[in-house]
């Protein structure tokens, strides 16, 4: 059996391989104040009968060490995907191309592909709101990143003297307690940022953008984006099993 997952710097997600190729319903565990290994470990106990993983993760070395020794021991083989030059009908482009995020890169294979041919814009509302732009043909033109929601006012909150509080619950432009202008203000902030943004890459590429949007944040972001956005927060996992599929050995 197939695996499936994305460890991001808040949240582990992963999604089983159906038999045609398919993945199932994306499941989440926050790491809380535990390191996202014994996340990882606690995922390779819930599936015993495990034979292959495709990991996409922005985590460090010391991460990526211990996740290859514990699949080795357990007999599990690994695919951690990693950022490219060119690869799965993207062309990177990073001065650096592997020092993309490979959870961007992911992204964009997965975008390009349900874009079917259209230009896209990959944005990602995760602890950081990623927002990367993909021309018609797969070409990556680069991106940029933002604090996201959640970090936003964490952020601001761990700075504040006083003993501060945000609400993200019922947000208003016109909030009237601190903790709801510090959630409104980091919500609608990021609203006006990801609308300004997709614009602005828009007015310079040469044919309209499909603009998806995936991450923890994304359906709670789209509730307030006046633009249209295709909403699809289990986007990597689709570009997971696209990457499995081309590179699998039938024997897994
Ligand atoms: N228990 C939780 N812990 C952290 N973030 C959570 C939790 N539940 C929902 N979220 C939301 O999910 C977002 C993180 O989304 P995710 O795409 O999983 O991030 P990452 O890929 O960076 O781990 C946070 O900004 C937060 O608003
Ligand atoms: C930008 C990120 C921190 C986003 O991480 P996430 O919010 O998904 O946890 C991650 O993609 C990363 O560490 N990227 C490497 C730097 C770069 O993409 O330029
Ligand atoms: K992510």
Same mark, same amino acid.
């Given at each position: 059996?197939?695996?499936?997952?994305?460890?991001?710097? +808040?949240?582990?997600?992963? +999604? @089983?391989?159906?038999?045609?190729?398919?993945? #199932?319903?994306?499941?989440?565990?926050?790491?809380?104040?535990?390191?996202?290994?014994?996340?990882?470990?606690?995922?390779?106990?819930?599936?015993?009968?495990?034979?292959?993983?495709?990991?996409?993760?922005?985590?460090?070395?010391?991460?990526?060490?211990?996740?290859?020794?514990?699949? @080795?021991?357990?007999?599990?083989?690994?695919?951690?995907?990693? #950022?490219?030059?060119?690869?799965?009908?993207?062309?990177?482009?990073?001065?650096?191309?592997?020092?993309?995020?490979?959870?961007?890169?992911?992204?964009?294979?997965?975008?390009?592909?349900?874009?079917?041919?259209?230009? +896209?814009?990959?944005?990602?509302?995760?602890?950081?709101? =990623?927002?990367?732009?993909? @021309?018609?043909?797969?070409?990556?033109?680069?991106?940029?990143?933002?604090?996201?929601?959640?970090?936003?006012?964490?952020?601001?909150?761990?700075?504040?003297?006083?003993?501060? +509080?945000?609400?993200?619950?019922?947000?208003?432009?016109?909030?009237?307690?601190? #903790?709801?202008?510090?959630?409104?203000?980091?919500?609608?902030?990021?609203?006006?940022?990801?609308?300004?943004?997709?614009?602005?890459?828009?007015?310079?590429?040469? #044919?309209?953008?499909?603009?998806?949007?995936?991450?923890?944040?994304? @359906?709670?972001?789209?509730?307030?984006?006046?633009?249209?956005?295709?909403?699809?927060?289990?986007?990597?996992?689709?570009?997971?099993?696209?990457?499995?599929?081309?590179?699998?050995? =039938?024997?897994?």
């Amino acid at each position: 059996m197939v695996l499936l997952v994305d460890a991001g710097n +808040s949240r582990l997600k992963w +999604s @089983e391989l159906d038999a045609a190729g398919r993945p #199932s319903i994306q499941q989440a565990a926050a790491y809380g104040d535990r390191p996202a290994l014994a996340a990882f470990l606690d995922l390779l106990d819930a599936y015993p009968n495990v034979g292959h993983i495709t990991l996409v993760h922005v985590l460090t070395h010391l991460f990526a060490e211990s996740v290859q020794a514990a699949c @080795e021991q357990r007999g599990v083989h690994l695919h951690s995907v990693r #950022s490219v030059a060119q690869a799965y009908g993207i062309t990177n482009g990073y001065q650096n191309p592997m020092a993309l995020g490979a959870d961007r890169f992911v992204g964009l294979v997965a975008a390009h592909r349900l874009a079917n041919g259209q230009a +896209s814009i990959v944005i990602d509302c995760g602890t950081a709101i =990623t927002v990367d732009a993909v @021309e018609r043909q797969g070409q990556h033109l680069g991106g940029l990143i933002l604090p996201g929601l959640r970090l936003s006012a964490d952020a601001l909150i761990a700075r504040a003297q006083g003993k501060l +509080s945000f609400s993200l619950e019922q947000p208003t432009i016109f909030a009237d307690s601190t #903790s709801n202008a510090i959630g409104g203000g980091c919500l609608f902030g990021l609203v006006g940022a990801i609308e300004g943004i997709c614009t602005r890459m828009q007015q310079n590429m040469s #044919s309209p953008v499909v603009r998806v949007l995936t991450g923890g944040d994304a @359906e709670y972001l789209n509730a307030w984006l006046p633009g249209d956005y295709c909403v699809q927060p289990d986007l990597l996992m689709h570009g997971l099993a696209y990457i499995t599929e081309q590179t699998l050995c =039938t024997s897994c």
